[in-house]
């Protein structure tokens, strides 16, 4: 049986309508690929992350009570910490799929980009999500019953209410962000591990 | 309409004179006619991005089949269309594939599709006639590792197909 000769006979007719024929499709075709859709969300949370210390700033100024202040400068400074890692790391992912790489160095370059960025967002998250929920606990005090933090402390209810939020928040939110990495990029991530599992081990077979 | 560059039409015209590598490795990769679109799209996209960076140090046919490889590895398939996994393609309808291929097309295209996705690139850059080296530096093995795999993945497809 002559399998060149069978496999010849594929790929004569037009597939799903067929390739972008002119320029203004060529304009407009949008990608789907994960590496555009972690450059995309990085540039967003980096904007967002922007916007948000300037907020606390904001409040800061707001609120010069030297708890809130002290919540939100760790908040602040962990923020400008992440802005600026997830600047360089949006740097290093390349813009598009690179054909001068073997199959295995690409998918390995891209289950790293993708992995980092998650574990980048998780980190962030375990930082900074439980002295904003305190720091928005004491504002909210403030702004809700109109008393002074020194007032609303006076009251053992007050600190453990705040720190029983912030553990909860806290969790939940890290819990909420993991399922949702999970969802999005678990079957495409296990899916680059497999292949570069299979591949790895045969190297590693060979040479042993 | 919008006046083509000289650049987008030699891209466009060089892709549609190897449009059957495309045609090829989606067919091989993909089932549902909504994945072949996204996944033609996507090589598509990715070419294009790619091509200011192409410089002929290989044919275009080779870089293309590179870059089409890089993004169906790289590519995120939903999980309602994952009927291209090794062992899921019983009930799709391949046969309304590729009218006016043969019936041993056809199954030979079902065979592949059986296959695990990484012995699928390797048999279809091998039946592309890439030599073994060059079939190593695309995939990421070893020459000798390559020689074995084609070997067997061969053997099995030809008792699939006489079977």
Redesign the interface.
């Known amino acids: ?1 002559d ?2 000769k ?2 010849g ?16 499709q ?2 407009n ?7 555009v ?1 972690v450059r995309n969300n990085l540039r967003i949370t980096n904007v967002w992350g922007i916007v948000i210390s300037i907020g606390y700033i904001v409040l800061m100024m707001l609120y010069p009570y030297w708890q809130v202040l002290l919540g939100f400068s760790v908040v602040l400074t962990f923020n400008i910490v992440f802005i600026v890692q997830g600047i360089k790391l949006r740097k290093q992912i390349p ?13 390995k370059m ?1 289950h790293s980009a993708v992995t980092k960025w998650i574990d980048n967002q998780i980190y962030a998250a375990r930082f900074v999500f439980p002295v904003a929920a305190a720091s928005g606990f004491m504002m909210g005090g403030i702004w809700g019953s109109g008393k002074s933090l020194e007032l609303l402390f006076t009251k053992p209810v007050f600190p453990i209410s705040m720190i029983a939020s912030a553990v909860v928040f806290s969790f939940a939110g890290i819990w909420l962000a993991r399922k949702m990495f999970g969802i999005s ?1 678990k ?2 991530l296990d ?2 591990k497999e ?1 570069i599992d ?2 790895e081990s ?2 590693s077979s ?1 040479i042993s | ?5 000289p650049q ?2 030699e ?2 015209q060089l ?2 004179q190897h ?6 490795l ?2 091989v990769y993909a089932v549902d ?2 994945e ?3 996944l ?3 090589i ?3 070419a ?3 091509y200011a ?2 410089q002929g140090r290989s044919a275009f046919s080779t ?2 089949y ?2 089409s ?3 169906i ?5 939903k ?1 309602s269309r ?1 009927g291209t996994k090794a062992g899921a393609v019983a009930a799709e309808p391949w046969q309304d594939e ?5 019936l ?2 056809k199954m ?2 079902k065979a592949i599709r059986e296959l ?3 012995d699928r ?1 390797l048999i279809s850059l091998h ?3 890439y030599a073994h080296a060059e079939i190593a ?6 020459e ?2 390559v020689r074995v ?1 084609v070997h067997r993945i ?1 053997k099995h ?2 008792t699939t ?2 079977g």
């Open positions: 049986m399998l060149d069978i496999w006979e594929l790929g004569k007719e037009p597939v799903a309508g067929g390739l972008i024929k002119g320029q203004s060529l304009k075709v949008k990608s789907l690929h994960p590496l859709d813009r598009s799929v690179d054909a001068g790489h073997s199959m295995l160095q690409e998918m891209h990029y079957k495409f899916r680059l292949n299979q591949l045969q190297h060979e | 309409m919008a006046k083509e560059l987008e039409k891209f466009l892709v549609k449009e059957r590598i495309i045609y090829k989606v067919n006619e909504e072949k679109r996204d033609i799209q996507e598509m996209y990715q294009w991005k790619g960076g192409f870089w293309l590179r870059l490889l890089n993004t590895f790289t590519f995120r398939r999980e994952n590729q009218a006016n291929s043969s041993e097309a030979l295209l695990p996705e990484l690139a039946l592309d006639g530096e695309v995939v990421g093995l070893t000798s590792n795999r061969k497809l030809i197909l006489n």
